[in-house]
């Protein structure tokens, strides 16, 4: 994407992870400049305002996230997610789903990569998820907590009812 750089965070060995994407940017032509490794934030309040720097997030594959995709989602910030097979790789498009945001789940890595370029190049498309995402903040099933602990409550009082059958 021209005029962009991409944030890099991560708990690892701080010179391991910019050992490893520097030699992937190489590879691809990318000048190693545009690449940006954020601290260890010491902060929640950090870590948020570290997140609301971004335009998209790149979501990890085969590993989703899950509060860091819910922090993302919240903040009205628009995600590209790689779905796999496995839980772990399907957090994140759950988690969209139950928002109403199919804009950016990707089910190949061809797609993913197709959707980090279209919302990169897309602002406007970039706003009308934002604005769905805060919508959804009223509606959505993800954010509806006392909804979520009745449909848990239930689901507790089933299970004990099928173990005393």
């Not at 979501?59 to 919240?74: H, M, S």
């Not at 509606?139 to 239930?154: D, H, I, S, V, Y």
């Amino acid at each position: 994407m021209p005029n962009s750089y991409f944030l890099i965070k991560g708990l690892s060995d701080k010179e391991s992870i910019k050992s490893f994407f520097d030699q992937i940017a190489e590879a691809e032509g990318v000048d190693g400049d545009r690449l940006r490794f954020l601290p260890d934030a010491p902060s929640e309040a950090v870590h948020r305002a570290n997140l609301g720097i971004a335009d998209v997030v790149l979501d990890t594959y085969p590993y989703n996230g899950a509060t860091t995709t819910l922090e993302t989602l919240w903040m009205g910030i628009p995600l590209v997610t790689r779905v796999g097979q496995q839980f772990a790789a399907r957090n994140s498009y759950t988690m969209m789903i139950n928002v109403g945001v199919t804009e950016g789940i990707a089910w190949t890595d061809a797609e993913y990569v197709e959707w980090g370029v279209r919302l990169g190049k897309d602002p406007a498309l970039r706003q009308q998820i934002s604005w769905q995402l805060r919508r959804s903040r009223q509606t959505a099933p993800l954010w509806n907590g006392k909804q979520f602990t009745r449909e848990m409550e239930k689901a507790y009082k089933q299970m004990w009812r099928n173990y005393c059958q």
